[in-house]
């Protein structure tokens, strides 16, 4: 009899305890990255007032006045001037009704500062939000473990379960590896010529920005899709722009766009450049016609980034280079 009970009381005082290591054990440890971030700016992200034009629409030259001509439907994105009860100046002399347009989208991705790193595990950044997990395969995700997207992730473990590639981003903490691109800096090809340089990594979608031989900044970038691939190669940048109209065709041919008052442009091969975009907030996926979109934030840092050494009244002046690869 007695032994019976002591069994019991056993089974009472141990299988508690087991029980407590468990969940212990299932609750990821998560710690965002201790580098640099560079913020979304505000004053840069609301400078001008983007809107997208929906649908046909009638120009007129004053709220109200005379009518100029008709711009049938089809990819515009303008900046509005100023408003006047129910209109809209797009450019001078031009006005709308305010009621066709609608706000594109506000992108509040940064980027980070390569510098200070405390680890030799693989840095990313998410391209989208994510729940931790700490059963792989599963969808079955931890509560309150949300991570916004653009956020940077150090990846310390990978593993595939069921053809699906899972990376570990903390102590029992799995996300996906889609979910997150992966910065990889690289050694200085022999083909740059500018002390300053970027290097756009087509694969992960990131952009990396050098000074000499050292990485000093990546952030998240969407280049051509593949019916208008962003092309391999090394280029010299050879004319800058902020901002500037950019449109491709007419109304009536496939890809069409007129995006006005594009910020940030450095052109390196043809009409392929570098810029920010703010027609969309997609960055780490390709999205473009071939140029490389950034978010408005890193787009001006990229391009004061790469004015600061370049001098454009010296004829003879180095431009800073692109490596696509």
């Known amino acids: 009899?007695?032994?019976s009970l002591l069994a019991i009381l056993i089974l009472v005082f141990v299988v508690p305890v087991m029980a407590q290591d468990e969940v212990a054990m299932s609750v990821p440890d998560y710690t965002s990255p201790s580098l640099d971030v560079l913020p979304a700016n505000p004053d840069i992200v609301y400078a001008r007032d983007y809107q997208q034009v929906i649908g046909a629409v009638d120009i007129y030259d004053a709220p109200g006045g005379n009518y100029l001509r008709t711009r049938p439907a089809g990819t515009f994105f303008v900046s509005v001037i100023s408003y006047e009860g129910d209109w809209a100046q797009i450019n001078s002399g031009e006005w709308i009704l305010s009621s066709a347009l609608q706000s594109a989208p506000r992108s509040y991705?940064?980027?980070i500062f390569l510098e200070g790193?405390?680890?030799d595990a693989q840095l990313g950044l998410l391209h989208e939000s994510v729940y931790l997990r700490t059963t792989l395969g599963s969808e079955d995700y931890v509560p309150n473990t949300l991570i916004e997207e653009y956020e940077a992730v150090y990846v310390y473990e990978s593993r595939i379960v069921d053809d699906v590639e899972w990376v570990r981003i903390g102590d029992n903490a799995w996300i996906r590896r889609s979910s997150v691109r992966y910065v990889n800096p690289v050694a200085r090809p022999a083909e740059i010529e500018s002390e300053r340089w970027v290097g756009v990594d087509?694969?992960?979608q990131v952009l990396i920005a050098y000074?000499?031989?050292?990485p000093f900044f990546a952030t998240l970038v969407s280049t051509g899709l593949?019916?208008?691939p962003t092309h391999e190669g090394f280029y010299?940048?050879?004319a800058r722009f902020?901002?500037?109209d950019m449109s491709r065709g007419n109304i009536n041919q496939p890809w069409f766009y007129h995006m006005e008052d594009v910020p940030y442009t450095f052109y390196f091969n043809g009409d392929q450049a570098l810029h920010g975009a703010y027609w969309h907030n997609s960055f780490g996926t390709p999205q473009s016609h071939g140029c490389v979109n950034m978010s408005l934030t890193a787009a001006h840092y990229v391009y004061n980034f790469l004015s600061e050494t370049l001098d454009i009244t010296d004829e003879n002046a180095i431009w800073s280079m692109v490596w696509v690869y």
């Open 242 to 244: 902020s901002p500037r």
């Open 202 to 204: 087509r694969d992960e």
């Open 117 to 119: 790193r405390d680890t």
């Open 1 to 3: 009899m007695w032994r």
């Open 211 to 214: 000074d000499g031989d050292t």
């Open 226 to 228: 593949d019916e208008s």
């Open 109 to 111: 991705l940064g980027g």
């Open 236 to 238: 010299s940048t050879y």
